[in-house]
C-alpha cells in the first residue's frame, strides 16, 4: 500500500509510459491524417459517450473500493481476535502450562502469516516452520488450507487444555468464541479473494475506456489542432487512471504496491502477540525508499 501523500514519479511512469506512448502515437496519426485530409466529427455522440462512461468508470471504482475497504476491515477484525485469544491463553491457563500457553501464542502468529501467504499466492512453509515444531508445521502444511489447519490444532489444544483441568468450560467456550471470530474472518477474506467482481465489470469497461480513448483525438482535432496530440493524450490518461483505479483495488490481497500491506499488518501481531508473552519481538515494518509499506 502506497502510504506518501502522493505515489512516486517513477512509479507512476512505470505503470503509465506505455498506454501514454500508444495514446500519443494514435493522437499524431490522426492529427496529422486531420491537416493532410480535413474531416468534421460530429461531436454530440462522443460528449454522451464520454458522460456514460464516466458514469460507468464511477461505479466500478466505488465497488472496487468497497472490496478493498472490506479486506481491511476483516485484517482489523483478525488483529483483534489474535490479541484477544494471547490475552486469553496468558490469563486462563495456569503456570504450569507455561509450555501450552506459548504454543497457543505461537500458533496465532504462524496461522496469521500463512493466511497472508494463501491470500497472496505464496508458500507458506517458511513462515509457517519459524513458530512450529516440525511435527505441528508438517501436520499443517499437509493440509490444502494451511491456516484453517492451524486454526483447527489450536482448537485441539484448547480442548486439551479442558481436559487436563487447565481451563473451566466456560473458559473453553470464550477461546473457541475468538476462534470462530476468526474463521469468519478468514472465511470473509477467502471470499473476496476468490470472487472477481463480475466478468462485465471488467470486460466493458476496459473496452469502452480504450474505445474512447481512440475516439478523442477525432472529436478534438477539429477545435484543438496542432495541440489534439496534447489534449487528446491527457484527457485520456484521466479515463485509464479511472479505470486502473478499479484494477488496482478489485483484489486486496494480490500483493501489489496498491494492496493491502499484509506483511505489515501480520509484523503487528506478532510483536503484540511476542510482547505478550514476554519474548523479544522484531521492530514494525517501515515503508520502502517508495513509499510502498508491503
Not at 461505479?59 to 483483534?80: C, K, V
Not at 474472518?185 to 472477481?196: C, F, I, S, V, Y
Not at 478523442?216 to 489534439?228: F, R, S
Not at 483484489?251 to 519474548?279: K, V, W, Y
Request: charged share 20%.
Amino acid at each position: 500500500m502506497i502510504v506518501t501523500a502522493t505515489p512516486g514519479i517513477k512509479q507512476i511512469i512505470r505503470e503509465v509510459w506505455k498506454p501514454l506512448a500508444l495514446l500519443f502515437v494514435w493522437d499524431v496519426i490522426v492529427t496529422v491524417t486531420y491537416f493532410l485530409m480535413p474531416f468534421t466529427a460530429p461531436s454530440l455522440p462522443l460528449t454522451l459517450f464520454g458522460s456514460a462512461l464516466v458514469l460507468f468508470l464511477g461505479f466500478r471504482s466505488n465497488s472496487a473500493y468497497q472490496r478493498w475497504w472490506e479486506g481491511r476491515g476483516l485484517w482489523g477484525l483478525m488483529i483483534n481476535a489474535s490479541r484477544n485469544l494471547a490475552r486469553q491463553a496468558r490469563n486462563f491457563l495456569p503456570e504450569e502450562a507455561r509450555t501450552e500457553k506459548r504454543g497457543l501464542v505461537k500458533r496465532q502468529i504462524a496461522y496469521v502469516h500463512a493466511l497472508r501467504c494463501q491470500l497472496r499466492r505464496q508458500k507458506p512453509d517458511s513462515d509457517v516452520a519459524r513458530f512450529l515444531s516440525k511435527g505441528d508445521a508438517d501436520l499443517a502444511l499437509a493440509r490444502v488450507n494451511v491456516a484453517n489447519g492451524i486454526l483447527d490444532g489450536t482448537g485441539r489444544r484448547i480442548d486439551e487444555a479442558r481436559q487436563r483441568g487447565w481451563i473451566d468450560t466456560i473458559q473453553q467456550a470464550a477461546m473457541e468464541a475468538v476462534l470462530v471470530d476468526i474463521a469468519n474472518a478468514q472465511g470473509g477474506m477467502e471470499r473476496l479473494k476468490n470472487t472477481p467482481l463480475p466478468v462485465q465489470y471488467r470486460f466493458f469497461p476496459t473496452l469502452f475506456t480504450h474505445l474512447m480513448c481512440i475516439l478523442l483525438p477525432i472529436g478534438l482535432v477539429e477545435t484543438m489542432g496542432l495541440a489534439t496530440p496534447l489534449g487528446s493524450t491527457l484527457a485520456g490518461l484521466m479515463f485509464l487512471a479511472v479505470l486502473a483505479i478499479g484494477d488496482d483495488l478489485v483484489d486486496p490481497f494480490d500483493n501489489s504496491p496498491h494492496d493491502l500491506p499484509l506483511s505489515a499488518m501480520c509484523r503487528t501481531i506478532e510483536i503484540d502477540l511476542l510482547q505478550a508473552i514476554g519474548d523479544d519481538a522484531p521492530p514494525p515494518m517501515r515503508p520502502d525508499k517508495e513509499g510502498i509499506l508491503w
